[in-house]
């Protein structure tokens, strides 16, 4: 039925925001036939451009919002000259595509590649091609562990998406627009729940997400708009006791139709009760910009006749990929590492299947972050390898380095990416999201920065390019400087390596614009610009004692699960450093002094904290020299980080708890303060305990993962760092009570 849209734009008011709606459809489509349905499936049955089982057909139908019209496009396409279907030529294949408007309650996310960097609560599901026949079908398989971990999984990717990116705003304003790429998709269940068919979103997650957040209303957290989402797309319909048991596929499609039935109804409501001229109320607008959306849904693959590396059920998700990437990693981009992240894992699964018998498929599975950190003896086949972080990344680096799988992934990526060449450093900041993975949410305040350093050639200078090295395994690179300075490339390079990486991880080695260049020692200030690799390459110079020491004492003390004292990411607030982490050990990376005997410089017996300063000295002295001038002209730098100290611990946490407590030490002979000040005292000090407790239990509950923030959406953190800020000032602003006058003059 012809729809007829406002005649004028409507402005409403969304959140803080005003919007100006161009036009609202005041009427809705209603539910499809089941005739049409039943034409839709046999068309695509009939039509030997496509490949699709029979229940996928059945998704297809159900989602169209007017399945006649894909029918007709199925019917048309007996063959290329007749074909109706919108074709993609990829790397290896063809892709046949037809359009349709569909129901957006149909459509599930898939996994988001935007989120591909970030460490996630809820794993995502084994993703596995389907053939028939030797030829490739154009859906995939994914598995999960039980219907609860699709939810989950549901729930996490709309959160996860909407505090990346949002158009709610634009899609109230003028709808969905652009279509969505979409293809069917079986979810198997691990636990022996019966499968489900239905479509996946590939291309426009962020777009449906967000038409989610429109139906949800302005002030929903990207949380409550998760939870709906979910509600709807694994809601069941339960059958009544006389009625026969449908399978699980229709019973949810029979609730989430009902859905769409109230939704309808709610709206025809909405409208009915304002005049033909009068704007729509916003519950409605609400409903209607987010009811159905453009999508290509993906039918067909043909893979191409040319010898591939790619078997018949990896076909379809690769051109899909392949199509995706041509979006956002050339024209409309995810932000780079999400770019790098997608490239580097379709081109090293690429060559892992050239290449099996070289024994690659763990070692791709350890680099996408299938398998944990701890994983890494088992997949290099050594129980002398330390499970760390660290050695992670050095054995990955080794290996993606080594000049035929260098080369080869090289060239893939660059296919991948649309470019014509790449050079070393490019090739490192392909790697440098790859690096980070176990310590991504753990050292969130430095990521940036290292992203940058790993661009602008991370740890890999040329010599750690080339072949004829191997890592030499140890739980103490400290005893690696020996033999290194003896000669042992093995030694110097795995020093170079993990060393490197240690220093870019915790910001003290950044890119080359990453600090300024003066003649006096203080954080941020360098003698001199090196790039990050340059600088490894100094350190790890054949005889370079003092950079061999630094490379060894960085990788000695790195650690996984935080930031070191001296990274520079404190807040500038003069306050002191993390009382947990005091409590567990101070984290910092320190000077060396070849003289001592535990080669570490100390000044008035407290060891110097590791400045970039130093590691750039150390990694070119004589140049150091050069650019400095002699000595005698330079300021020698107090060798304090960020100026904020350790001073001013104090007791006030104590203190706070005494008066919760109400056993408050208060000075016999000092006047009793009134009563309304005790009382409120007293009730501060409970209530900072409380927030101070879950403070520590919202961040034990973040550790491990990046996504959602920890503390909500952006302006929930303001509201509460305002507030913290408050708290600070008032309480700092008293600190002179408690000073007390020196004793008198006998």
């Known amino acids: 039925m012809p729809t007829s849209p406002t005649a004028s734009p409507i402005v409403v008011d969304w959140g803080k925001e005003k919007v100006e709606v161009s036009t609202v459809d005041r009427d809705l489509p209603d539910a499809s036939e089941v005739d049409d349905r039943g034409k839709l499936v046999k068309a695509g049955l009939n039509s030997a451009m496509v490949s699709l089982p029979e229940d996928a057909w059945h998704a297809v139908a159900r989602a169209a919002v007017a399945p006649e019209t894909v029918a007709l496009q199925l019917r048309e396409s007996q063959d290329a000259r007749s074909s109706l279907l919108l074709e993609e030529h990829v790397d290896g294949a063809t892709l046949g595509s037809v359009h349709s408007r569909l129901w957006m309650s149909e459509l599930f996310p898939a996994i988001q590649p935007r989120t591909g960097q970030e460490l996630l609560k809820v794993a995502d599901p084994r993703v596995e091609g389907v053939a028939e026949d030797g030829k490739p079908q154009a859906i995939l398989r994914y598995r999960y562990e039980s219907l609860s971990h699709l939810r989950k999984h549901i729930e996490q990717t709309i959160e996860a998406t909407l505090y990346k990116n949002t158009y709610a705003e634009s899609i109230l304003a003028r709808r969905v627009t652009r279509a969505l790429i979409v293809h069917p998709v079986i979810y198997d269940f691990e636990d022996g729940t019966e499968s489900v068919c239905g479509l996946i979103t590939r291309d426009g997650i962020t777009r449906l997400a967000s038409a989610w957040k429109v139906l949800a209303g302005p002030d929903s957290d990207p949380e409550e708009v998760a939870a709906l989402a979910a509600d709807v797309l694994v809601a069941e319909q339960r059958p009544s006791a006389n009625e026969p048991v449908k399978p699980l596929t229709q019973r949810m499609a029979l609730a989430r139709e009902n859905w769409r039935k109230n939704k309808r109804a709610q709206f025809v409501r909405e409208i009915a009760s304002v005049g033909a001229d009068d704007a729509p109320p916003l519950s409605a607008i609400q409903i209607a910009q987010s009811y159905v959306v453009p999508a290509h849904i993906a039918v067909g693959v043909l893979a191409h006749d040319r010898a591939t590396a790619l078997n018949a059920e990896e076909v379809f998700d690769d051109a899909v990929r392949s199509i995706l990437a041509s979006v956002h990693v050339e024209f409309k981009p995810w932000d780079s590492s999400a770019q790098n992240v997608e490239v580097v894992s379709r081109a090293l699964k690429r060559v892992l299947l050239g290449r099996s018998h070289d024994g690659l498929e763990p070692v791709y599975e350890l680099a ?379």
Request: aromatic residues 4%; charged residues 30%.
């Open 368 to 746: 996408v972050g299938r398998r944990k950190a701890s994983e890494t003896p088992d997949v290099y086949k050594d129980r002398r390898l330390p499970g760390t972080g660290l050695w992670r990344a050095v054995l990955l680096l080794h290996t993606l380095t080594r000049p035929a799988i260098s080369e080869e992934l090289r060239n893939r990526s660059k296919e991948i990416k649309g470019e014509r060449r790449m050079t070393d450093k490019g090739y490192a900041s392909l790697l440098g999201p790859i690096v980070d993975h176990p310590w991504r949410s753990t050292k969130q305040g430095a990521a940036q920065q290292a992203r940058n350093a790993w661009t602008n050639g991370g740890a890999l200078f040329k010599e750690i390019l080339a072949d004829g090295w191997s890592p030499m395994v140890t739980d103490d690179f400290t005893t690696l400087v020996e033999p290194a300075l003896s000669g042992n490339r093995d030694a110097r390079l795995t020093l170079a390596l993990a060393g490197g990486t240690a220093l870019i991880a915790d910001k003290i080695l950044t890119r080359n614009v990453g600090s300024a260049v003066g003649r006096s020692r203080a954080p941020g200030k360098v003698p001199f610009r090196a790039d990050p690799h340059k600088v490894v390459e100094g350190l790890a110079r054949q005889g370079n004692a003092l950079g061999l020491w630094t490379l060894a004492f960085a990788a000695q003390r790195f650690e996984d699960g935080r930031l070191p004292r001296n990274s520079g990411t404190r807040q500038a607030l003069g306050l002191p450093g993390d009382p947990s982490s005091e409590a567990a050990g101070e984290y910092q990376h320190l000077v060396v002094d070849l003289d001592a005997d535990d080669r570490i410089l100390r000044e008035d017996g407290e060891p110097v904290l590791l400045l970039e300063w130093d590691i750039v000295v150390a990694s070119d002295e004589e140049k150091a020299r050069l650019v400095l001038g002699p000595p005698d002209d330079l300021d020698d730098g107090d060798g304090d980080v960020g100026g904020g100290g350790d001073a001013g611990s104090g007791g006030g946490g104590s203190g706070l708890e005494g008066e919760a407590t109400g056993e408050g030490d208060e000075s016999v002979g000092e006047p009793e303060p009134p009563r309304e000040i005790r009382e409120v005292r007293r009730l501060f000090g409970a209530r900072l305990s409380d927030a101070k407790e879950l403070l520590d239990e919202l961040k034990a509950l973040g550790e491990g993962v990046t996504l959602p923030p920890v503390f909500g959406s952006e302006d929930k953190w303001n509201t509460l760092r305002d507030a913290a800020l408050h708290i600070v000032s008032v309480i700092e602003s008293h600190k002179d009570d408690y000073r007390r006058e020196g004793p008198e003059e006998a």
